[in-house]
């Protein structure tokens, strides 16, 4: 192979591993943000703060 193929190889390479990463913090990110919403649900649910839905919260509450 010539210079240029293996310079496009490499940087195309660099490229891929660098979008790879973008995309694992990303997710490391929304799985951070996950883990902080469900502990606060917990805490809150701990401290006596009772859920507002009572089943399904598209039921309907009355028979009409």
């Given at each position: 192979?010539?210079?240029k193929?293996?310079t496009?190889?490499?940087?195309?390479?660099?490229?891929?591993?660098?979008?790879?990463?973008?995309?694992?913090?990303?997710?490391?990110?929304?799985?951070?943000?996950?883990?902080?919403?469900?502990?606060?649900?917990?805490?809150?649910?701990?401290?006596?703060?009772?859920?507002?839905?009572?089943?399904?919260?598209?039921?309907?509450?009355d028979?009409?």
């Amino acid at each position: 192979m010539n210079e240029k193929t293996e310079t496009g190889q490499k940087s195309r390479k660099e490229a891929l591993e660098a979008q790879a990463k973008l995309r694992r913090e990303r997710a490391a990110e929304k799985l951070r943000e996950n883990l902080g919403r469900r502990k606060q649900q917990v805490r809150a649910r701990r401290s006596g703060q009772a859920d507002e839905t009572n089943g399904l919260p598209a039921a309907k509450m009355d028979e009409s």
